[in-house]
């Protein structure tokens, strides 16, 4: 996850810290403070690898990811 302070991994990411989102629309990142965060586990689920051709970061299902 991008924030202020440079790349950390998101179950990292606290309550009150500052993380940087791309706006599509203009190109530049915008800072959004975190206000809640919660974490699922259990069970079966999806995993998906994904690779885009541009950028370092991007929405998916509305949640944020960071490409490695």
């Known amino acids: 996850m991008l924030t202020k ?6 179950g990292a990411v606290a309550t ?3 993380v ?3 706006n599509e629309q203009t190109g530049k990142y915008e ?5 809640q965060k919660t974490e699922h586990a259990g069970g ?7 690779v885009a051709d541009g950028g370092s970061t991007l929405l998916m299902n ?3 990811v960071m490409q490695k």
């Open 16 to 18: 009150g810290q500052e």
């Open 62 to 64: 509305g949640v944020m």
């Open 44 to 50: 079966v689920q999806r995993v998906y690898n994904i």
């Open 31 to 35: 800072t959004f403070t975190v206000l």
């Open 20 to 22: 940087l989102c791309l």
């Open 5 to 10: 302070q440079g790349n950390i991994k998101i």
